[in-house]
């Protein structure tokens, strides 16, 4: 127990020791580290004296996700809350990604002219100076889309250096990328150097999308928040709040998709009922006055009253007919077949029929929908819809002939009914038929007509009613700090790279050192007892203790002495055996010592030299060659003619090596 306890006090000094040594043994190169963080935090100023700033801005904004007139709202994502027991919107991740499409960025790089980009030419870094340079470019004629930069040098207030010409401000330029003009808008300063870059909308928008940042603010709500980074604070602001602001643009104009679409459908038919009325109107009139019917009416009113219903009722029929026709050849068209709708009432009292019409404008709408979206055509999802749309225009089409037949058949009985009645009218003349036909033509177009007109306002008013699903909350305000580079982290790095880079060279230095150096060294390994340490001696003399000796070695040799004294206090006539691994790590001058200092004590002392490669004793003692143990083992020499006294030292003998074999 007491030994285990002896065993865990001299670990917790070795490991004293252990961290003792390492603080030294780092404080030695002290300069070194003041020097490396000191070239660090140099290198950590020129950077952030030569980086470009970026500045943030963010904007947030509410999405009615639920709203029916959200494009991308739809029963699906309902269903999919009612399974899941979500209460979140699903398709709030469609209006996320809508905000950060191309398409999208694409208007507000055009509504703000970023197809130009200004930078000023500074002395030590350029910057970018949007919304405070004093000129902009307009382009009069745009002839390609390639990219191109030009550097324009202020010589005064009127006139600037381009291509090495001076031109004036306001005045058109041509070169090979079109026409344009530089026009001065603020106090400018001369020798002010600026570089204009002009790229293509698209290439403008994909790279300001990589900045753009768009997510959830608070989970659980519609609340987004829109942030961009750019190098100018200005542009910041000014990209969020025009993002929002065309955002809300685009959902109004897909929510009035379906409107626009109806309005055009209705304004052709009511231009080609006002044309078909017109002329049936001039053939009434031209009729009346060739034939002087102008008093048929009032001659026929009571004569012609069962007549007149039974027309209503055809009128009623082939207006139906009529309408039916028109659907159908608006729904074959191929112009029509992926980007029109069809109007969903038109006086076709059809359930079956209505429902259809429906169902086959949803799938039109989700189709353009996706289009919108910025997904191809080739996509498996649009193609999927256009399957389900030509599943839904056969469907429509074999419903449309069914119901035309059937008002085929009622117009076919209420003929019927006028055959009977015009028995009746045999005796009036050619011309009184052929007017009341006439008319029968134009009430039938008419009404035709008043209906249109009726469901363009309808629609109308529904267009004009549409409100967007967005409302922004907060505008982007501009902030001058810049969120990049981080002065404070990139100081705190540069001091820590500062310091670790001469730490690790230090740390490996010793990882690659291989020589004993300390005692721990020794007792890492071994737990063999230490009885001494001997410093370095800077004698040229190889025996340095004697009676007088005082120096730090020779007390260190004592030392191992009185060590010695203790550990082979039972041994009687003890033998000590000095080596070590290789030549000249100090074994003649350590066992010639240690002999020197065991004799000083009185004790008669013999060092055998048993180093007969390289023998160091005997001239280190600056004694002449003499016969030793080679001569011995040789049988040539008796052992107690070999033992030499050492000069100068009482009580110390030497076995030489002998001659060398």
């Given at each position: 127990m007491e030994e285990q306890k002896t065993r865990a006090n001299a670990k917790q000094e070795l490991f004293n020791l252990s961290i003792r040594d390492i603080f030294y043994k780092y404080i030695r190169?002290?300069?070194?580290?003041?020097?490396?963080?000191?070239?660090?935090?140099?290198?950590?100023?020129?950077?952030?004296?030569?980086?470009?700033?970026?500045?943030?801005?963010?904007?947030?904004?509410?999405?009615?996700?639920?709203?029916k007139s959200s494009p991308s709202a739809g029963a699906n994502d309902r269903v999919e809350n009612i399974l899941t027991g979500s209460n979140r919107p699903q398709n709030l991740q469609n209006e996320i990604e809508m905000l950060k499409s191309r398409p999208l960025m694409k208007r507000v790089v055009e509504n703000l002219n970023l197809q130009f980009k200004y930078t000023s030419i500074g002395r030590v870094k350029d910057k970018d100076v949007y919304g405070l340079v004093p000129f902009y470019v307009e382009f009069l004629q745009h002839t390609d889309d390639q990219f191109f930069s030009m550097k324009i040098t202020i010589v005064d207030e009127n006139t600037f250096r381009l291509n090495d010409a001076v031109l004036k401000f306001n005045e058109p330029i041509k070169n090979e990328h079109g026409i344009f003009k530089i026009?001065?808008?603020?106090?400018?300063?001369?020798?002010?150097?600026?570089?204009?870059?002009?790229?293509?909308?698209?290439?403008?928008?994909?790279?300001?999308?990589?900045?753009?940042?768009?997510?959830?603010?608070?989970?659980?709500?519609?609340?987004?928040?829109?942030?961009?980074?750019?190098?100018?604070?200005?542009?910041?602001?000014?990209?969020?709040?025009?993002?929002?602001?065309?955002?809300?643009?685009?959902?109004?104009?897909?929510?009035?998709?379906?409107?626009?679409?109806?309005?055009?459908?209705?304004?052709?038919?009511?231009s080609k009922l006002k044309g078909e009325i017109d002329s049936l109107q001039q053939i009434e009139l031209d009729l009346r006055q060739k034939e002087n019917l102008f008093d048929v009416e009032l001659q026929s009113s009571n004569y012609f009253s069962t007549l007149t219903d039974?027309?209503?009722?055809?009128?009623?029929?082939?207006?139906?007919?009529?309408?039916?026709?028109?659907?159908?050849?608006?729904?074959?068209?191929?112009?029509?077949?992926?980007?029109?709708?069809?109007?969903?009432?038109?006086?076709?009292?059809?359930?079956?029929?209505?429902?259809l019409v429906m169902s086959y404008n949803k799938a039109q709408i989700e189709r353009q929908v996706l289009i919108n979206s910025n997904i191809p055509v080739n996509n498996p999802a649009v193609k999927e819809t256009e399957e389900i749309i030509e599943k839904q225009r056969q469907n429509l089409l074999e419903n449309i002939k069914n119901v035309k037949l059937g008002y085929l058949s009622n117009v076919g009985k209420l003929r019927g009914s006028i055959n009977q009645q015009q028995g009746q009218l045999r005796s009036l003349p050619y011309k009184i038929k052929e007017l009341l036909e006439i008319q029968r033509q134009i009430s039938t177009k008419l009404a035709l007509?008043?209906?249109?007109?009726?469901?363009?306002?309808e629609t109308a008013i529904r267009r004009a009613s549409t409100i967007s699903n967005s409302t922004v909350i907060d505008v982007a305000q501009i902030n001058n700090t810049p969120i990049k580079p981080n002065n404070r982290l990139i100081q705190i790095l540069a001091a820590v790279i500062g310091l670790a880079i001469p730490f690790l060279g230090i740390f490996a230095a010793e990882l690659l050192n291989d020589k004993v150096t300390?005692?721990?060294?020794?007792?890492?390994?071994?737990?063999?007892?230490?009885?001494?340490?001997?410093?370095?001696?800077?004698?040229?003399?190889?025996?340095?203790?004697?009676?007088?000796?005082?120096g730090m070695v020779a007390e260190q040799f004592r030392i191992i002495r009185s060590n010695l004294q203790y550990i082979l206090n039972h041994v009687q006539k003890p033998t000590i055996l000095t080596t070590s691994s290789f030549s000249g790590e100090g074994k003649s001058f350590v066992s010639t010592n240690i002999a020197a200092v065991m004799a000083l004590t009185g004790k008669k002392t013999v060092l055998l030299e048993f180093d007969i490669r390289?023998?160091?004793?005997?001239?280190?003692?600056?004694?002449?060659?003499?016969?030793?143990?080679?001569?011995?083992?040789?049988?040539?020499?008796a052992l107690q003619d070999l033992i030499i006294p050492a000069p100068d030292c009482e009580n110390l003998y030497i076995l030489p090596c002998g001659p060398i074999p």
């Amino acid at each position: 127990m007491e030994e285990q306890k002896t065993r865990a006090n001299a670990k917790q000094e070795l490991f004293n020791l252990s961290i003792r040594d390492i603080f030294y043994k780092y404080i030695r190169f002290l300069p070194l580290f003041v020097l490396s963080i000191a070239v660090a935090l140099l290198g950590a100023f020129i950077y952030l004296r030569y980086a470009e700033n970026a500045y943030s801005a963010t904007g947030t904004m509410l999405i009615n996700a639920n709203n029916k007139s959200s494009p991308s709202a739809g029963a699906n994502d309902r269903v999919e809350n009612i399974l899941t027991g979500s209460n979140r919107p699903q398709n709030l991740q469609n209006e996320i990604e809508m905000l950060k499409s191309r398409p999208l960025m694409k208007r507000v790089v055009e509504n703000l002219n970023l197809q130009f980009k200004y930078t000023s030419i500074g002395r030590v870094k350029d910057k970018d100076v949007y919304g405070l340079v004093p000129f902009y470019v307009e382009f009069l004629q745009h002839t390609d889309d390639q990219f191109f930069s030009m550097k324009i040098t202020i010589v005064d207030e009127n006139t600037f250096r381009l291509n090495d010409a001076v031109l004036k401000f306001n005045e058109p330029i041509k070169n090979e990328h079109g026409i344009f003009k530089i026009i001065r808008t603020n106090p400018i300063t001369p020798d002010n150097i600026y570089v204009v870059e002009w790229r293509p909308s698209e290439i403008a928008a994909m790279a300001l999308v990589n900045d753009l940042k768009v997510q959830l603010k608070t989970p659980g709500t519609g609340i987004l928040s829109v942030t961009m980074e750019s190098s100018s604070p200005q542009l910041s602001v000014d990209i969020v709040n025009k993002l929002m602001v065309e955002y809300d643009s685009m959902t109004v104009e897909q929510n009035n998709f379906s409107a626009d679409q109806m309005l055009n459908f209705i304004a052709g038919r009511l231009s080609k009922l006002k044309g078909e009325i017109d002329s049936l109107q001039q053939i009434e009139l031209d009729l009346r006055q060739k034939e002087n019917l102008f008093d048929v009416e009032l001659q026929s009113s009571n004569y012609f009253s069962t007549l007149t219903d039974i027309n209503k009722a055809i009128n009623e029929q082939e207006l139906r007919i009529n309408t039916a026709d028109n659907v159908t050849d608006y729904v074959m068209d191929k112009q029509n077949r992926y980007s029109s709708v069809v109007p969903s009432s038109l006086g076709l009292e059809d359930i079956t029929l209505n429902e259809l019409v429906m169902s086959y404008n949803k799938a039109q709408i989700e189709r353009q929908v996706l289009i919108n979206s910025n997904i191809p055509v080739n996509n498996p999802a649009v193609k999927e819809t256009e399957e389900i749309i030509e599943k839904q225009r056969q469907n429509l089409l074999e419903n449309i002939k069914n119901v035309k037949l059937g008002y085929l058949s009622n117009v076919g009985k209420l003929r019927g009914s006028i055959n009977q009645q015009q028995g009746q009218l045999r005796s009036l003349p050619y011309k009184i038929k052929e007017l009341l036909e006439i008319q029968r033509q134009i009430s039938t177009k008419l009404a035709l007509y008043g209906l249109l007109e009726g469901k363009s306002e309808e629609t109308a008013i529904r267009r004009a009613s549409t409100i967007s699903n967005s409302t922004v909350i907060d505008v982007a305000q501009i902030n001058n700090t810049p969120i990049k580079p981080n002065n404070r982290l990139i100081q705190i790095l540069a001091a820590v790279i500062g310091l670790a880079i001469p730490f690790l060279g230090i740390f490996a230095a010793e990882l690659l050192n291989d020589k004993v150096t300390t005692r721990m060294d020794v007792e890492k390994v071994t737990e063999a007892p230490i009885v001494g340490e001997i410093g370095h001696s800077y004698s040229d003399n190889v025996l340095i203790v004697n009676k007088n000796s005082r120096g730090m070695v020779a007390e260190q040799f004592r030392i191992i002495r009185s060590n010695l004294q203790y550990i082979l206090n039972h041994v009687q006539k003890p033998t000590i055996l000095t080596t070590s691994s290789f030549s000249g790590e100090g074994k003649s001058f350590v066992s010639t010592n240690i002999a020197a200092v065991m004799a000083l004590t009185g004790k008669k002392t013999v060092l055998l030299e048993f180093d007969i490669r390289k023998p160091k004793i005997l001239s280190g003692l600056n004694m002449s060659k003499k016969p030793g143990i080679s001569n011995y083992l040789l049988g040539k020499a008796a052992l107690q003619d070999l033992i030499i006294p050492a000069p100068d030292c009482e009580n110390l003998y030497i076995l030489p090596c002998g001659p060398i074999p």
